[in-house]
């Protein structure tokens, strides 16, 4: 099925592009928002698949629209959050939020087309480097720190390797255990961690310490 696709962006001119690029590529645009505030009652009129969601944008910004799909939906759409910097605060915010991953305004049309599609399947848009960025001067501990602690030492294991970018299919082979299996720490990781993506545990792991940057700075 083709995912259907939801802008939010103040910009018209910005709007109007995206949605050239993504209908040539044949995903459908079935509709728009110019602030924050319209996000919800957009998605809850248009159901798309996909939000493409601009961080920074007057009154509600992306982050609070983010919160308020997520918490307001059994089954809310994915979003992406689209940025012009991949060291963007107001990214970071948004992946704790909730977001499935975010993009930059300068990505090509393919790769803008393949995140759309890749997050509507339920898989994931993880980029481990960019991550790393967002992530690397902020306080390790937290408010995330107890729920970490949670975690076993194998679920911990199987949370590095997320972080790497690998796939329960490349985690299995990994540490010579079943699909199923690692289907089920995921599972446990993101109940613990209050996650509900790769992306927001990632986030997580990094501010709880769980996941360092210098242990994966090969990656």
């Keep these: 099925m083709t995912p259907s696709v939801l802008l939010a962006d103040d910009e018209p001119l910005v709007r ?42 007057p009154g509600v ?10 918490a307001a939906l059994a089954e809310p759409p994915k979003i992406l959050v689209v940025t012009t910097f991949d060291n963007d605060d107001y990214v970071h915010e948004a992946l704790l939020a909730g977001a499935s991953g975010f993009l930059l305004k300068r990505a090509r ?30 306080p390790v501990g937290g408010k995330h720190a ?31 255990i079943s699909l199923e299996t690692v289907k089920t720490h995921v599972g446990n990781i993101f109940a613990k961690l209050g996650a509900g993506n790769r992306s927001q545990a990632v986030v997580i792991a990094y501010e709880a310490g769980v996941v360092k940057p210098g242990h994966l700075a090969g990656q």
């Design 16 to 57: 109007t592009g995206l949605r050239a690029l993504l209908e040539q590529q044949g995903l459908p645009v079935v509709g728009e928002a110019a602030d924050g505030g319209e996000v919800l009652a957009a998605v809850r009129r248009t159901r798309p698949d996909v939000v493409l969601m601009d961080v920074r944008m």
């Design 61 to 70: 910004d992306g982050i609070e629209a983010t919160r308020q799909v997520l």
């Design 109 to 138: 049309k393919e790769e803008i087309a393949h995140a759309v599609r890749t997050v509507a399947a339920g898989e994931s848009l993880l980029f481990p480097k960019a991550i790393r960025r967002l992530v690397r001067d902020r």
């Design 146 to 176: 107890r729920a970490a602690k949670t975690l076993t030492r194998r679920e911990a294991e199987v949370l590095r390797l997320i972080a790497t970018g690998l796939s329960n299919q490349d985690i299995a082979a990994a540490l010579v």
